[in-house]
């Protein structure tokens, strides 16, 4: 059932409706995302009943593992969101302002607010989210917490002002916060056990804590050194992702790592929160987007030179891996006239 409480916005010249999520629908539908969430009213998910977790109307995650051709329209939400991108790098705009949102950054939209995830498409990655109804939909709106919030008084002040009044939208998350979202997904993926709901209300009141605790602290800057290993393996990953002489070398997970200054574990943790993907997979996908690129260019290539030159030392093993990448041949792939999406990327 629909929430009764102002669900359509209106400006000077342009109404916007809440959220009604149809591309990410169809990306669920098509198997292009993997999702789970439960849900209330129109928002995809499973069934919630009303009586669960008052005011909580929608809660989930999804997992991109490619990059995606879709995005979600500028809408606005019935209640405060709060989202987690895990793994990935993904573009956000609020109240056109433009952010690229990283892996362990999380974000606060209130309902009065415009926003949009993608850019125009959004990238691989693992985002977690909920939808918490604060009764308010204007910013003079006096906020009203769920009775199953269990922050004293006085945090849940100092919560509503933080959330209220900070034009920051991104912000750098904490161990605590991440280990909440966590939780949460697992319930969400146990929600028919026992005891689900009471698990989640805990999850729920210690992720409003660690929000609380992160805006206190002003958890707003990596530490530095930490943001330039980062900064080094999205460099790196980029060059395999633009630059075709990179990605045809005879890479192995030990000497990528120690191209970037690192050991296999970090470079590996990095590289996952960067690309959603292993360094092996993501080297694969690489490697055939470049060799998708050069059939189209170069028709006459034979598919094992073409294979070759992209860095594959099995012709049967390339074949196998574009077929399941593309669902056609290198061969028929070569020979269609229109390229699927995917191979621009």
């Given at each position: 059932?629909?929430?009764?409480?102002?669900?359509?916005?209106?400006?000077?010249?342009?109404?916007?409706?809440?959220?009604?999520?149809?591309?990410?629908?169809?990306?669920?539908?098509?198997?292009?995302?993997?999702?789970?969430?439960?849900?209330?009213?129109?928002?995809?998910?499973?069934?919630?009943?009303?009586t669960s977790l008052p005011g909580l109307n929608s809660i989930g995650y999804w997992d991109a593992s490619e990059?995606?051709?879709?995005?979600?329209?500028?809408?606005?939400?019935?209640?405060?969101?709060?989202?987690?991108?895990?793994?990935?790098?993904?573009?956000?705009?609020?109240?056109?302002?433009?952010?690229?949102?990283?892996?362990?950054?999380?974000?606060?939209?209130?309902?009065?607010?415009?926003?949009?995830?993608?850019?125009p498409n959004i990238g691989p990655g693992r985002l977690h989210w909920l939808i918490l109804d604060v009764g308010?939909?204007?910013?003079?709106?006096?906020?009203?917490?769920?009775?199953?919030?269990?922050?004293?008084?006085?945090?849940?002040?100092?919560?509503?002002?933080?959330?209220?009044?900070?034009?920051?939208?991104?912000?750098?998350?904490?161990?605590?916060?991440?280990?909440?979202?966590?939780?949460?997904?697992?319930?969400?993926?146990?929600?028919?056990?026992?005891?689900?709901?009471?698990?989640?209300?805990?999850?729920?009141?210690?992720?409003?804590?660690?929000?609380?605790?992160?805006?206190?602290?002003?958890?707003?800057?990596?530490?530095?050194?930490?943001?330039?290993?980062?900064?080094?393996?999205?460099?790196?990953?980029?060059?395999?992702?633009?630059?075709?002489?990179?990605?045809?070398?005879?890479?192995?997970?030990?000497?990528?790592?120690?191209?970037?200054?690192?050991?296999?574990?970090?470079?590996?943790?990095?590289?996952?929160?960067?690309?959603?993907?292993?360094?092996?997979?993501?080297?694969?996908?690489?490697?055939?987007?470049?060799?998708?690129?050069?059939?189209?260019?170069?028709?006459?290539?034979?598919?094992?030179?073409?294979?070759?030159?992209?860095?594959?030392?099995?012709?049967?093993?390339?074949?196998?891996?574009?077929?399941?990448?593309?669902?056609?041949?290198?061969?028929?792939y070569r020979d269609t006239r229109t390229t699927p999406s995917v191979a621009a990327q």
């Open positions: 059932m629909r929430q009764q409480l102002a669900p359509i916005y209106q400006t000077r010249r342009t109404r916007h409706e809440i959220d009604r999520c149809v591309p990410q629908r169809r990306a669920i539908a098509e198997g292009k995302i993997r999702f789970h969430a439960l849900s209330k009213g129109h928002y995809p998910g499973k069934r919630m009943k009303a990059p995606q051709d879709w995005g979600l329209e500028a809408h606005r939400n019935e209640g405060v969101e709060i989202s987690f991108l895990e793994t990935g790098v993904m573009d956000f705009t609020v109240d056109r302002q433009h952010f690229e949102v990283h892996a362990g950054d999380f974000i606060v939209t209130r309902p009065w607010q415009l926003h949009r995830l993608g850019g308010v939909r204007r910013p003079n709106q006096e906020w009203r917490w769920p009775a199953w919030v269990s922050l004293t008084p006085p945090d849940r002040a100092a919560l509503t002002r933080q959330l209220r009044h900070n034009e920051n939208p991104v912000w750098k998350s904490s161990p605590e916060i991440a280990t909440s979202f966590r939780g949460l997904a697992e319930c969400i993926r146990r929600w028919n056990q026992p005891h689900m709901e009471s698990r989640m209300l805990n999850l729920l009141n210690q992720l409003l804590l660690g929000l609380l605790d992160a805006s206190t602290q002003h958890l707003t800057h990596e530490n530095a050194e930490l943001a330039l290993r980062r900064r080094t393996v999205e460099l790196f990953l980029r060059d395999l992702t633009e630059n075709a002489a990179s990605s045809s070398e005879a890479w192995t997970l030990g000497k990528m790592a120690a191209q970037c200054g690192l050991g296999i574990t970090s470079f590996s943790k990095y590289c996952r929160e960067l690309v959603n993907a292993g360094p092996v997979e993501f080297l694969n996908r690489c490697r055939l987007d470049q060799a998708a690129r050069l059939l189209k260019a170069n028709p006459k290539l034979p598919v094992t030179e073409t294979a070759f030159r992209c860095g594959f030392n099995s012709s049967q093993y390339f074949a196998t891996s574009f077929r399941r990448r593309f669902r056609k041949t290198p061969r028929a």
